[in-house]
Structures are given as structure tokens and as C-alpha cells.
């Protein structure tokens, strides 16, 4: 074993032992801060869900509905009437309101972008909130790197009446080159959302596993490798693009920060450490954007909402070349 990974290996104890003394010192010196109970002003255009639970898939308070098996702690509710009520402030919620107040500040026709998509949950959770303000003509734009979570987000668009053949869905990676990508599946699946790219912008050998093959930790896996830009190019515009691609998240808004800037309104990205958090900022700051939420990495933070610990780093942004004159505000 090479004499730097030993020492890591040696000191790794003692580092998490001074982070947790550190991490309990810190909640003595300033003890948490709980939430008030008021919720940030948007929700109040979004009345919770009120119907009939079918008892197989888990509600939500916009009456999405989400299938047990993409989440384990999800679990179904209970069959019969239902009642539900928004979530209590935790790191999603500000991911919740960024995308609300995109919708709510839509236009004739709405347009979303979700790299890393996972199953889908965002676009799907923003198409069931512009039902409740009036339906209008509504582009999905999903790129998901994984086999059986782009299987699942057709399956999901599908539990809340949406035809994936009308929206736009993309089995690849995404990152600063074209070609292939190579990434490993995730034996857990508990853990089975955060898998981060090993290879990219490989030459293209072949097509990955046929019909999103279940693969999970047997051995890399290789999937189409895209790039921004191009895909961007296609679109008029962009309400809101959410941005949760596992490390890649620099790589690709930096690559494609002209079409980000010609074409994005609102940009929110998970990032995944607080080098890539501290980049990002500075890129959007050097466009000129309004920066809305900025929670560093794995910290702490004293919101308007109480104390939130975060694990991904939020940078919540907003364009003000494409924002409405409220939004400027």
C-alpha cells in the first residue's frame, strides 16, 4: 500500500472523532435554532394535497405520487381519504421553493431541465404545482446516467399522468466531453442515488447494457457521455434547471456557462464539496447572477427557517437578464 494511503487510512479515526467532538462543541456554543412554523410565503399558492390514497404509492402535499421501491423510506400511505401538509424546513425544502417560485413566475409555457435526474422527482413535482396556477404547454427535459433510474422516471412520469414520449428523456451522463462515460453501480440500495463518474468522454465502444439492464455492482458500467451546450441549444428558454450530477457539477456549468447565461432563468445546483461550491460561486458571480441561497457542504446553517444541516451544498441562482421585474426585486 503506498505510504500516503497508509496515513490516511491511519489518521482517518481520529479525523472523524475531531469532526463529531467538533460537531457537539459546536451545538453547546450555539444551540439549534428551531423552525417558527411559518413557511416561506410561495407555499401559500399551493394548498396541501386533500383526496383519496390508493395505499401503493406514498403522497406527497402537491398529490405526487412516488413508488415505494425508488426510495426505501418511502412508504405507502395508508388507503382511503388523505390529508397532507408541506414538509417542515430540512435541506429539500429550499430545493422545493427554488422550483415553486419558478413556476409560479412562468410564463404562457413552462420549461425545466434536470441533470441527474434520478427518477424524476423535480419535474415531476413542478408539473403538478402548474396544474394547481392552470395547465399550459410544459417541456421536461430529464438526462439520468443510470439504467433502472431512467426506467424508473418513465414509470414515475407515468404514476402522475405524464407521457414521457411527450417530454424529452436522456439516458446518458453528462459532463465536459462527448463520447462514453464509466461510473460503478452501487451495490446498496439505500445509496443508490449518488454514483459519480470514474471515466468520461471515452471513445464510444458499443451501447450500454440493452433496455436498462439492472446492473448494480457487478462491474462498471458504460453510458453515453453528453455535453450541455448542445442540449441547451435546442431550447428557447429554460424556467429552471436543477443541477445534481455528483461532482460533475463544475465541469459541465463551466464548460456551458455562455448557453447557461443566453438561456437559463433560474439554476439550482447540489454541489459536492466545498472546493466545487467555492468555483461555482465565483462563475455565477462573474456572470452577473443573483445568487438567492448559497449553503456551503456538509455545514450547518442558520436559515430563515431554523438551523439546517446540509450534507450537498446548495447554490440556488437566478438570472437577472431573464428575470421578471418581481424577481429583480
Not at 404545482?129 to 433510474?149: C, N, T
Not at 456572470?287 to 439546517?308: A, E, H, S
Request: contains cysteine; positive net charge; aromatic residues 8%.
Amino acid at each position: 500500500m503506498p505510504i500516503p494511503s497508509l496515513i490516511r487510512r491511519l489518521l482517518r479515526p481520529s479525523v472523524y472523532f475531531l469532526r463529531r467532538s467538533l460537531r457537539r462543541l459546536n451545538d453547546v456554543v450555539r444551540p439549534l435554532l428551531p423552525w417558527d412554523g411559518a413557511h416561506h410565503p410561495v407555499l401559500d399558492r399551493f394548498p396541501p394535497f386533500c383526496g383519496e390514497a390508493d395505499g401503493k404509492f406514498s403522497y406527497d402535499s402537491f398529490g405526487v405520487k412516488t413508488d415505494p421501491r425508488f426510495r426505501p423510506q418511502l412508504k405507502p400511505s395508508p388507503a382511503g381519504p388523505l390529508s397532507t401538509s408541506h414538509p417542515e424546513p430540512y435541506a429539500p425544502y429550499f430545493e422545493l421553493v427554488f422550483v415553486l417560485e419558478s413556476v409560479a413566475e412562468a410564463g404562457d409555457s413552462y420549461t425545466m431541465v434536470e441533470l441527474g435526474a434520478g427518477y424524476g422527482p423535480w419535474m415531476v413535482t413542478a408539473h403538478q404545482a402548474l396544474q394547481q396556477l392552470g395547465p399550459r404547454p410544459v417541456r421536461l427535459v430529464g438526462v439520468e446516467m443510470v439504467p433502472h433510474h431512467f426506467e424508473w422516471m418513465h414509470d414515475h412520469f407515468r404514476n402522475n399522468g405524464i407521457d414521457p414520449a411527450g417530454q424529452r428523456l436522456i439516458h446518458a451522463a453528462v459532463s465536459d466531453a462527448e463520447g462514453e462515460a464509466i461510473y460503478m453501480p452501487e451495490k446498496n440500495p439505500l445509496l443508490d442515488f449518488g454514483q459519480s463518474l470514474l471515466q468520461r468522454g471515452l471513445p464510444t465502444e458499443g451501447t450500454s447494457p440493452a433496455g436498462g439492464a439492472r446492473i448494480r455492482g457487478d462491474r462498471p458500467v458504460r453510458v453515453p457521455c453528453i455535453v450541455l451546450g448542445p442540449l441547451l441549444s435546442e431550447l428557447d428558454a429554460v424556467d429552471m434547471m436543477h443541477v445534481d450530477i455528483q461532482g460533475e457539477e463544475l465541469r459541465v456549468l463551466t464548460h456551458a456557462a455562455e448557453a447557461i447565461d443566453d438561456k437559463v432563468r433560474r439554476l439550482f445546483v447540489a454541489t459536492h464539496s466545498r472546493a466545487i461550491h467555492r468555483r461555482l460561486r465565483q462563475l455565477m458571480i462573474r456572470l452577473g447572477w443573483r445568487i438567492v441561497y448559497d449553503f456551503d457542504y456538509r455545514k450547518r446553517v442558520r436559515t430563515p427557517f431554523g438551523d439546517v444541516q446540509f450534507l450537498d451544498g446548495l447554490l440556488a441562482c437566478l438570472n437577472p437578464k431573464r428575470a421578471s421585474q418581481r424577481e429583480r426585486m
